[in-house]
């Protein structure tokens, strides 16, 4: 496996660096300001060590400055040392409790003249056999017990000799001061080279932020544009001014969308040819058993022939409803356009033309009467498709209500909307299955000879008409059909 793949499936197991259902913008968010945070860590470390390594310079000439001058303040006396070291110096050296300073004076090897016998000797002095040249110093870190408490020193250690070379003698000056200030002083110069980093990263992420938002916007104009999208809209999606890769996305949608269009519209073509082919034979067979039964005296073979119609008339009941259907499929109902026309009229005519069929059922069909009967009711809808429905409703009722029902029809205004009840004191449909009888080929009871298509055709062409259609159930029995359109401007 190469690393890099290695690094790939290891990165693909940390939750919060997959994709998963976080928001694309976030994961790029997260993608694109998280080198920048390991950078500016980075660059911290850096600056620190940086600012540690000029704060020892400072602190190493200063010390080697201090280092020279006490080793001047000793001077060989006969066969002596004079120390010119008064009380007063030794006192300004030490008053800064916050940068405490350490000194002491020793003649190698070890011998203890002047100052603070805690000081550790220079790392080079274990195992030397010579001491390093005088006058040059050697500096090193190291801890101070002080009271009980370490403390963290730098040190300066200079070598100083004099005398003749047959009677040489050496001096280890050693200058100690607390890395307290070092730090603070590196600190100091981190915080300040910090700050302004951090306002960088600050600016970069919002930065980073606005140019993520702008880079999906096409996306997000492409989900408003599918979201606010009709569910029988199939037409091509329109994108101006998108990337390449959101008008990649965009085609190929629009590729879907046409073959789904292709697809339905086959379909539809399919069920309305071949209804329109039932028809003719279906008539044709309903024409003959009608002579048949006429022609006949024979029991036996009359009822045969009369189931043989009875089929006839229901199979020609079905493709109608499949035509109807068709009708009222979404494409087909934008093609057939909408007009201004009065509800109650075209309610009213329907209605008129049923009045044949609920008397041989032996149905009391009416439309009932109103204040407002002179006023028309006017939508703006498919006049065909709205006179199917409301036939369907009353067919509807007219099949299931039974010998001695009665059927109203009511059209009216209510809520700001045209309003259809058709209302039956038949056996009714249990609450519980309201919905499902707007499913196709539902049928609740299979009393009467439908063909459980009916209301299922009412809910297409009313919902096709940004309308609903409830059902609702009458006391002591009955049913009761709530069409709302919505009323012409």
């Avoid at 309305?272 to 039964?293: C, F, I, M, V, Y």
């Avoid at 039974?402 to 009511?410: D, F, I, K």
Wanted: with cysteine.
């Amino acid at each position: 496996m190469t690393p890099r793949r290695r690094l790939r499936e290891s990165l693909g197991t940390v939750p919060w660096l997959t994709p998963g259902s976080r928001p694309l913008r976030t994961h790029l968010l997260i993608w694109l300001l998280l080198p920048q945070l390991v950078l500016w860590a980075a660059a911290a470390v850096i600056t620190y060590n940086v600012a540690a390594r000029y704060a020892n310079l400072a602190i190493d000439r200063s010390l080697y400055q201090a280092s020279q001058a006490l080793g001047r303040q000793v001077k060989p006396l006969g066969n002596g040392l004079l120390i010119d070291f008064p009380r007063a110096a030794r006192d300004i050296i030490e008053s800064d409790p916050d940068d405490k300073v350490y000194y002491m004076v020793s003649s190698p090897p070890g011998k203890f003249i002047l100052g603070n016998r805690q000081l550790p000797l220079p790392p080079a002095e274990a195992g030397a056999t010579s001491p390093p040249p005088y006058n040059d110093p050697v500096f090193y870190n190291a801890m101070l017990d002080q009271d009980g408490t370490p403390v963290a020193v730098r040190i300066a250690a200079l070598y100083v000799g004099w005398g003749e070379d047959d009677t040489p003698q050496t001096m280890l000056v050693q200058i100690a001061k607390s890395r307290a200030s070092r730090d603070a002083l590196a600190g100091q110069i981190l915080v300040d080279m910090a700050l302004p980093l951090s306002g960088l990263v600050l600016l970069m992420s919002v930065i980073v932020w606005a140019g993520i938002r702008a880079g999906l916007a096409p996306l997000a104009r492409l989900r408003d544009a599918v979201i606010d999208r009709a569910p029988d809209n199939l037409s091509p999606i329109q994108l101006a001014s998108a990337p390449e890769e959101v008008r990649a996305l965009v085609n190929a949608l629009n590729e879907l969308l046409h073959a789904v269009q292709h697809s339905v519209a086959g379909q539809r073509r399919f069920i309305s040819d071949a209804a329109h082919q039932l028809r003719t034979p279906l008539a044709g067979l309903k024409s003959q058993t009608e002579l048949a039964l006429k022609e006949t005296d024979d029991p036996a073979l009359r009822q045969r022939l009369q189931r043989v119609h009875d089929s006839a008339t229901r199979s020609a009941h079905l493709v109608g409803q499949l035509l109807t259907l068709a009708r009222a499929e979404p494409e087909s109902t934008n093609s057939l356009g909408r007009v201004r026309f009065d509800l109650r009229r075209a309610a009213g005519e329907v209605t008129a033309e049923m009045v044949p069929r609920a008397l041989a059922a032996g149905i009391d069909l009416g439309m009932a009467e109103a204040p407002d009967d002179e006023v028309a009711v006017m939508v703006d809808a498919n006049p065909l498709l709205i006179r199917e429905a409301v036939a369907n409703v009353i067919d509807n009722a007219i099949r299931y209500a039974g010998r001695g029902a009665e059927v109203t029809v009511r059209i009216g205004v209510a809520e700001g909307r045209a309003v259809i009840d058709v209302e039956d004191s038949g056996p009714g449909i249990p609450p519980e299955h309201h919905q499902a009888a707007f499913e196709r080929f539902f049928r609740a009871t299979h009393e009467g000879n439908g063909c459980g298509l009916g209301l299922a055709i009412v809910k297409e062409i009313v919902e096709r008409h940004d309308g609903r259609v409830e059902l609702h159930s009458r006391l002591p029995h009955g049913l009761r059909v709530h069409i709302a359109l919505r009323l012409a401007a």
